[in-house]
Protein backbone atom coordinates (compact mmCIF):
# COMPACT_ATOMS: atom_id res chain seq x y z
CA UNK A 1 0.00 0.00 0.00
CA UNK A 2 2.69 2.56 0.84
CA UNK A 3 4.37 1.91 -2.10
CA UNK A 4 1.51 3.90 -4.59
CA UNK A 5 2.28 6.99 -2.86
CA UNK A 6 3.84 9.70 -5.60
CA UNK A 7 6.10 12.46 -5.48
CA UNK A 8 7.19 14.63 -8.48
CA UNK A 9 10.90 14.71 -9.77
CA UNK A 10 10.68 18.53 -10.14
CA UNK A 11 8.23 20.93 -8.47
CA UNK A 12 8.15 24.54 -8.02
CA UNK A 13 7.69 26.06 -4.75
CA UNK A 14 8.07 29.50 -3.83
CA UNK A 15 9.91 31.82 -1.53
CA UNK A 16 7.83 33.08 1.65
CA UNK A 17 7.85 36.84 1.77
CA UNK A 18 7.80 38.99 5.16
CA UNK A 19 7.47 42.56 5.73
CA UNK A 20 10.62 43.94 6.48
CA UNK A 21 12.38 40.56 6.72
CA UNK A 22 15.04 38.61 4.39
CA UNK A 23 12.73 36.22 2.18
CA UNK A 24 13.55 32.96 2.47
CA UNK A 25 16.11 31.35 0.18
CA UNK A 26 16.42 27.80 -0.84
CA UNK A 27 20.24 28.02 -1.85
CA UNK A 28 21.45 27.45 1.99
CA UNK A 29 25.29 26.44 1.69
CA UNK A 30 25.05 24.62 5.15
CA UNK A 31 22.12 23.63 8.00
CA UNK A 32 22.86 23.86 11.62
CA UNK A 33 20.32 21.40 13.02
CA UNK A 34 18.94 21.36 16.99
CA UNK A 35 16.50 18.73 18.49
CA UNK A 36 15.58 15.75 19.94
CA UNK A 37 15.47 12.25 18.26
CA UNK A 38 12.81 13.31 15.60
CA UNK A 39 15.94 14.76 14.18
CA UNK A 40 19.00 13.31 15.67
CA UNK A 41 21.01 11.75 13.11
CA UNK A 42 23.89 9.89 15.38
CA UNK A 43 24.54 12.38 18.16
CA UNK A 44 22.87 10.08 21.29
CA UNK A 45 24.37 6.98 19.81
CA UNK A 46 27.94 8.52 19.48
CA UNK A 47 27.23 10.42 22.62
CA UNK A 48 26.06 8.21 25.19
CA UNK A 49 27.24 5.14 23.20
CA UNK A 50 23.38 4.61 22.89
CA UNK A 51 22.99 0.73 21.26
CA UNK A 52 20.50 0.80 17.96
CA UNK A 53 19.87 -2.70 17.44
CA UNK A 54 18.87 -3.79 13.82
CA UNK A 55 16.19 -3.09 12.26
CA UNK A 56 16.59 0.52 12.98
CA UNK A 57 18.24 1.70 9.99
CA UNK A 58 16.48 -1.43 7.49
CA UNK A 59 14.99 0.55 4.76
CA UNK A 60 17.15 2.75 3.71
CA UNK A 61 20.53 2.54 5.39
CA UNK A 62 20.40 -1.12 5.78
CA UNK A 63 21.72 -0.75 8.88
CA UNK A 64 21.55 1.12 12.20
CA UNK A 65 22.23 4.66 11.12
CA UNK A 66 21.82 6.72 14.26
CA UNK A 67 18.43 7.46 13.97
CA UNK A 68 15.66 6.21 16.08
CA UNK A 69 14.03 5.31 12.25
CA UNK A 70 14.21 2.16 10.15
CA UNK A 71 15.19 5.11 7.37
CA UNK A 72 15.65 8.44 6.90
CA UNK A 73 14.16 11.16 9.13
CA UNK A 74 12.27 14.28 8.13
CA UNK A 75 15.53 16.37 8.26
CA UNK A 76 16.95 13.68 5.76
CA UNK A 77 14.58 13.90 3.31
CA UNK A 78 14.07 18.35 3.93
CA UNK A 79 18.15 18.11 3.24
CA UNK A 80 18.64 16.47 0.41
CA UNK A 81 15.33 18.46 -1.64
CA UNK A 82 17.62 21.40 -1.01
CA UNK A 83 21.08 19.37 -2.83
CA UNK A 84 22.34 19.30 0.69
CA UNK A 85 24.01 15.88 1.94
CA UNK A 86 22.56 13.82 5.10
CA UNK A 87 23.84 16.13 8.77
CA UNK A 88 26.67 14.37 10.54
CA UNK A 89 26.49 14.20 14.14
CA UNK A 90 28.21 16.53 15.77
CA UNK A 91 29.74 14.24 18.53
CA UNK A 92 30.48 11.40 16.03
CA UNK A 93 34.13 11.65 15.78
CA UNK A 94 35.49 8.01 14.33
CA UNK A 95 36.22 8.35 10.35
CA UNK A 96 36.72 11.59 8.33
CA UNK A 97 33.45 13.20 9.42
CA UNK A 98 32.82 16.29 6.87
CA UNK A 99 30.93 19.32 8.17
CA UNK A 100 31.26 21.35 4.83
CA UNK A 101 27.60 21.80 4.78
CA UNK A 102 26.65 21.80 8.08
CA UNK A 103 26.42 20.36 11.37
CA UNK A 104 23.58 18.29 13.40
CA UNK A 105 23.65 18.75 17.26
CA UNK A 106 19.74 17.08 18.08
CA UNK A 107 20.16 14.36 20.18
CA UNK A 108 17.04 11.93 21.07
CA UNK A 109 15.61 12.14 24.21
CA UNK A 110 16.51 15.98 24.79
CA UNK A 111 14.59 18.93 26.09
CA UNK A 112 14.52 22.08 26.00
CA UNK A 113 14.70 22.95 29.12
CA UNK A 114 18.07 21.81 31.09
CA UNK A 115 18.50 18.72 31.51
CA UNK A 116 18.24 16.83 34.94
CA UNK A 117 20.04 13.71 36.75
CA UNK A 118 17.08 11.28 35.00
CA UNK A 119 17.25 12.84 31.63
CA UNK A 120 17.56 10.76 29.21
CA UNK A 121 19.99 13.14 27.22
CA UNK A 122 22.06 15.21 28.86
CA UNK A 123 22.82 17.31 25.72
CA UNK A 124 19.43 20.10 26.22
CA UNK A 125 18.60 22.77 24.16
CA UNK A 126 21.15 25.23 26.02
CA UNK A 127 24.19 22.85 25.85
CA UNK A 128 23.24 22.01 21.67
CA UNK A 129 23.52 25.68 21.51
CA UNK A 130 26.88 25.48 23.54
CA UNK A 131 28.01 23.10 21.50
CA UNK A 132 27.42 25.07 18.06
CA UNK A 133 29.38 28.07 19.70
CA UNK A 134 32.60 25.64 20.50
CA UNK A 135 31.90 24.36 16.83
CA UNK A 136 32.15 27.28 15.27
CA UNK A 137 34.96 28.39 17.59
CA UNK A 138 36.85 25.58 16.14
CA UNK A 139 35.85 26.21 12.58
CA UNK A 140 37.24 29.49 12.68
CA UNK A 141 40.21 28.79 14.63
CA UNK A 142 40.91 25.67 11.74
CA UNK A 143 40.12 27.94 8.80
CA UNK A 144 42.98 30.33 9.93
CA UNK A 145 45.66 27.78 9.60
CA UNK A 146 45.18 27.06 6.02
CA UNK A 147 43.28 25.66 3.35
CA UNK A 148 44.13 21.98 4.53
CA UNK A 149 40.73 22.09 6.68
CA UNK A 150 38.55 23.62 3.85
CA UNK A 151 37.34 19.81 2.83
CA UNK A 152 36.31 19.54 6.51
CA UNK A 153 34.56 22.62 7.70
CA UNK A 154 32.45 24.87 6.76
CA UNK A 155 33.36 28.35 5.70
CA UNK A 156 33.10 31.05 7.96
CA UNK A 157 30.39 33.43 5.73
CA UNK A 158 28.25 29.89 6.08
CA UNK A 159 27.65 30.85 9.67
CA UNK A 160 25.47 33.85 8.27
CA UNK A 161 24.17 32.16 5.66
CA UNK A 162 23.32 28.68 6.57
CA UNK A 163 19.84 27.43 7.54
CA UNK A 164 19.30 27.11 11.87
CA UNK A 165 16.36 24.37 12.22
CA UNK A 166 14.67 23.43 15.12
CA UNK A 167 12.32 20.62 16.05
CA UNK A 168 12.44 20.36 19.73
CA UNK A 169 10.14 20.53 22.84
CA UNK A 170 8.04 17.06 22.30
CA UNK A 171 10.36 15.55 25.67
CA UNK A 172 9.34 18.49 27.36
CA UNK A 173 5.44 17.87 27.21
CA UNK A 174 5.50 14.29 27.02
CA UNK A 175 7.96 13.47 29.96
CA UNK A 176 6.02 16.19 31.84
CA UNK A 177 2.80 13.90 31.90
CA UNK A 178 4.37 11.30 34.05
CA UNK A 179 4.68 13.63 36.89
CA UNK A 180 2.58 16.91 36.45
CA UNK A 181 -1.45 16.79 35.92
CA UNK A 182 -2.33 18.39 32.72
CA UNK A 183 -3.20 22.12 34.06
CA UNK A 184 0.48 21.95 35.39
CA UNK A 185 2.13 20.80 31.70
CA UNK A 186 0.11 23.73 30.68
CA UNK A 187 1.30 25.64 32.82
CA UNK A 188 5.06 25.03 32.34
CA UNK A 189 4.85 25.72 28.58
CA UNK A 190 5.66 29.78 29.09
CA UNK A 191 8.86 28.53 31.24
CA UNK A 192 9.89 26.28 28.45
CA UNK A 193 9.08 28.39 25.64
CA UNK A 194 11.54 31.19 27.33
CA UNK A 195 14.29 28.93 27.35
CA UNK A 196 13.91 28.39 24.13
CA UNK A 197 13.80 32.17 22.93
CA UNK A 198 17.08 31.92 24.90
CA UNK A 199 18.52 30.26 23.14
CA UNK A 200 17.70 31.44 19.70
CA UNK A 201 18.74 34.87 20.40
CA UNK A 202 22.33 33.68 21.47
CA UNK A 203 22.05 32.59 18.04
CA UNK A 204 20.75 35.31 16.41
CA UNK A 205 23.44 37.49 18.87
CA UNK A 206 25.87 35.76 16.92
CA UNK A 207 25.40 35.97 13.20
CA UNK A 208 22.29 33.80 12.63
CA UNK A 209 19.73 35.32 10.56
CA UNK A 210 17.87 32.06 8.86
CA UNK A 211 15.83 30.17 11.07
CA UNK A 212 13.01 27.66 10.38
CA UNK A 213 11.03 26.43 13.76
CA UNK A 214 9.12 23.22 13.04
CA UNK A 215 6.25 23.13 16.27
CA UNK A 216 5.66 19.48 17.90
CA UNK A 217 2.96 16.69 16.38
CA UNK A 218 0.30 15.07 18.23
CA UNK A 219 1.58 13.53 21.23
CA UNK A 220 -0.69 11.89 21.93
CA UNK A 221 -1.50 9.70 19.06
CA UNK A 222 1.94 8.06 19.49
CA UNK A 223 1.54 4.39 20.52
CA UNK A 224 4.13 5.24 23.72
CA UNK A 225 1.47 7.77 25.04
CA UNK A 226 -1.50 5.73 24.03
CA UNK A 227 0.08 2.50 26.05
CA UNK A 228 0.29 4.76 29.46
CA UNK A 229 -2.27 7.11 29.43
CA UNK A 230 -4.94 5.60 27.09
CA UNK A 231 -6.03 2.76 29.27
CA UNK A 232 -9.33 4.60 29.93
CA UNK A 233 -11.43 4.96 26.18
CA UNK A 234 -12.98 8.06 27.93
CA UNK A 235 -9.28 9.90 27.71
CA UNK A 236 -9.62 9.23 23.90
CA UNK A 237 -10.73 10.71 21.39
CA UNK A 238 -12.23 9.85 18.08
CA UNK A 239 -8.68 8.48 16.03
CA UNK A 240 -7.87 7.10 19.53
CA UNK A 241 -5.11 9.48 20.42
CA UNK A 242 -4.89 10.59 24.12
CA UNK A 243 -6.84 13.96 24.37
CA UNK A 244 -4.95 15.95 27.10
CA UNK A 245 -1.17 15.30 24.79
CA UNK A 246 -2.92 16.58 21.96
CA UNK A 247 -4.21 19.52 24.10
CA UNK A 248 -1.20 20.72 25.80
CA UNK A 249 1.13 20.28 22.13
CA UNK A 250 -1.58 22.81 20.49
CA UNK A 251 -1.21 24.75 23.44
CA UNK A 252 2.44 25.07 23.23
CA UNK A 253 2.36 25.45 19.43
CA UNK A 254 -0.02 28.21 19.90
CA UNK A 255 2.31 29.74 22.15
CA UNK A 256 5.74 28.78 20.18
CA UNK A 257 3.60 30.33 16.77
CA UNK A 258 3.34 33.65 18.69
CA UNK A 259 6.77 34.02 19.58
CA UNK A 260 8.38 33.31 16.65
CA UNK A 261 5.97 36.28 14.80
CA UNK A 262 7.43 38.07 18.06
CA UNK A 263 11.05 37.26 17.38
CA UNK A 264 10.37 38.24 13.42
CA UNK A 265 9.05 41.93 14.62
CA UNK A 266 12.38 41.82 16.36
CA UNK A 267 14.45 40.27 13.80
CA UNK A 268 14.17 43.04 11.33
CA UNK A 269 16.94 41.64 9.13
CA UNK A 270 16.26 37.72 9.48
CA UNK A 271 13.82 35.22 8.60
CA UNK A 272 11.71 33.06 11.14
CA UNK A 273 9.81 30.15 9.85
CA UNK A 274 7.03 28.77 11.54
CA UNK A 275 6.42 25.46 10.25
CA UNK A 276 2.90 23.73 11.57
CA UNK A 277 4.40 20.10 11.60
CA UNK A 278 1.14 19.35 13.72
CA UNK A 279 -1.27 20.00 11.40
CA UNK A 280 0.45 17.74 8.40
CA UNK A 281 0.95 15.10 10.94
CA UNK A 282 -2.75 14.99 12.23
CA UNK A 283 -3.65 15.25 8.69
CA UNK A 284 -1.90 11.80 8.27
CA UNK A 285 -3.25 10.09 11.15
CA UNK A 286 -6.84 11.48 10.25
CA UNK A 287 -6.56 10.56 6.55
CA UNK A 288 -3.75 7.86 6.59
CA UNK A 289 -5.75 5.43 3.89
CA UNK A 290 -5.96 7.99 1.46
CA UNK A 291 -1.76 8.73 1.80
CA UNK A 292 -1.26 4.88 1.17
CA UNK A 293 -1.28 3.50 4.72
CA UNK A 294 -2.78 0.94 6.29
CA UNK A 295 -2.23 1.62 10.03
CA UNK A 296 -2.76 5.14 11.47
CA UNK A 297 -0.98 4.59 14.83
CA UNK A 298 -0.09 0.66 15.25
CA UNK A 299 3.80 -0.30 15.36
CA UNK A 300 5.33 -1.30 12.84
CA UNK A 301 8.08 -2.81 15.27
CA UNK A 302 7.22 -3.48 18.22
CA UNK A 303 5.68 -6.50 20.60
CA UNK A 304 2.01 -7.30 21.78
CA UNK A 305 0.05 -7.16 18.55
CA UNK A 306 -2.88 -4.80 17.37
CA UNK A 307 -3.90 -2.61 17.73
CA UNK A 308 -0.81 -0.82 19.00
CA UNK A 309 1.61 -3.37 18.84
CA UNK A 310 3.40 -1.67 21.54
CA UNK A 311 4.59 -2.84 24.59
CA UNK A 312 6.97 -0.20 27.07
CA UNK A 313 8.82 -3.15 28.37
CA UNK A 314 10.88 -3.70 24.73
CA UNK A 315 12.16 -1.91 22.89
CA UNK A 316 12.23 -2.22 18.86
CA UNK A 317 15.09 -4.59 18.07
CA UNK A 318 15.56 -6.25 21.58
CA UNK A 319 15.02 -9.40 22.95
CA UNK A 320 13.80 -10.26 26.08
CA UNK A 321 12.21 -12.35 28.74
CA UNK A 322 8.75 -11.49 29.33
CA UNK A 323 5.89 -12.98 31.58
CA UNK A 324 8.10 -15.89 31.47
CA UNK A 325 8.41 -16.28 27.89
CA UNK A 326 11.76 -15.06 25.78
CA UNK A 327 10.76 -12.56 23.21
CA UNK A 328 11.55 -10.33 20.19
CA UNK A 329 10.29 -6.97 19.17
CA UNK A 330 10.42 -7.01 15.47
CA UNK A 331 10.12 -4.91 12.65
CA UNK A 332 7.10 -5.35 10.09
CA UNK A 333 7.54 -6.51 6.53
CA UNK A 334 6.23 -3.52 5.25
CA UNK A 335 6.76 -0.68 6.90
CA UNK A 336 5.44 1.98 4.35
CA UNK A 337 2.13 0.49 5.61
CA UNK A 338 2.76 2.21 8.98
CA UNK A 339 3.16 5.24 10.29
CA UNK A 340 4.67 4.48 13.29
CA UNK A 341 8.00 2.57 13.63
CA UNK A 342 8.78 1.92 17.04
CA UNK A 343 5.55 3.62 19.29
CA UNK A 344 8.02 6.76 19.45
CA UNK A 345 9.05 7.56 15.95
CA UNK A 346 7.81 7.81 12.42
CA UNK A 347 8.69 5.68 9.45
CA UNK A 348 11.11 6.55 6.51
CA UNK A 349 7.49 6.16 4.48
CA UNK A 350 5.48 8.91 6.88
CA UNK A 351 8.60 10.70 7.20
CA UNK A 352 8.57 11.15 3.27
CA UNK A 353 5.11 12.27 3.35
CA UNK A 354 5.41 14.92 6.32
CA UNK A 355 8.79 16.21 4.19
CA UNK A 356 6.68 17.41 0.85
CA UNK A 357 3.67 18.42 2.85
CA UNK A 358 6.33 20.94 4.73
CA UNK A 359 7.55 21.48 1.36
CA UNK A 360 4.40 23.05 -0.43
CA UNK A 361 4.82 26.06 2.06
CA UNK A 362 1.24 25.90 2.87
CA UNK A 363 2.32 24.97 6.14
CA UNK A 364 4.62 27.71 7.06
CA UNK A 365 4.32 31.27 8.50
CA UNK A 366 4.71 33.06 6.40
CA UNK A 367 3.86 30.82 3.98
CA UNK A 368 5.22 30.12 0.82
CA UNK A 369 4.45 32.87 -1.97
CA UNK A 370 4.48 32.79 -5.33
CA UNK A 371 6.18 36.13 -6.03
CA UNK A 372 9.73 34.59 -6.39
CA UNK A 373 9.44 31.18 -7.73
CA UNK A 374 12.34 29.09 -7.98
CA UNK A 375 12.85 25.31 -9.48
CA UNK A 376 13.55 23.13 -6.42
CA UNK A 377 14.40 19.52 -7.62
CA UNK A 378 13.30 16.58 -5.47
CA UNK A 379 15.14 14.10 -4.95
CA UNK A 380 13.07 11.97 -2.70
Same mark, same amino acid.
Given at each position: ?????? %? !????????? /???????????????????????????????????????? *????????? *????? #???????????????? !???????????? %?????????????????????????????????????????????????????????????????????? *??????????????????????? /?????????????????????????????????????? #???? $????????? $????????????????????????????????????????????????????????????????????? $?? /?????????????????????????????????????????? $??? !??????????????????????
Amino acid at each position: MGTHRV %F !LAAVIFFLP /IAAAAAPVDFNYPAIFNFGDSNSDTGELVAGLAEILDPPY *GQTYFLRPA *GRFCD #GRLILDFLADAMGLPF !LNAYLESVGAQS %FVKGCNFAAAGSTILPATATSVSPFSFGIQVAQFFRFKQRVIELLAKGNKFKKYVPAADFFNQGLYMFDI *GQNDLAGAFYSKSEDQVIASIPT /ILFEFETGVKKLYDQGARRFWIHNTGPLGCLAQNIAQF #GRDS $SKLDEFGCV $SSHNHAAKLFNLQLHALCTKLQAQFVDANVTYVDVFMIKSDLIANYSRYGFEHPIAVCCGYGGLPLNYD $SR /IRCGQTKTLDGSSVTAKGCNDSADYISWDGIHYTDAANQHVS $SQI !LTGKYSDPPFSDRMPFLLQLKF
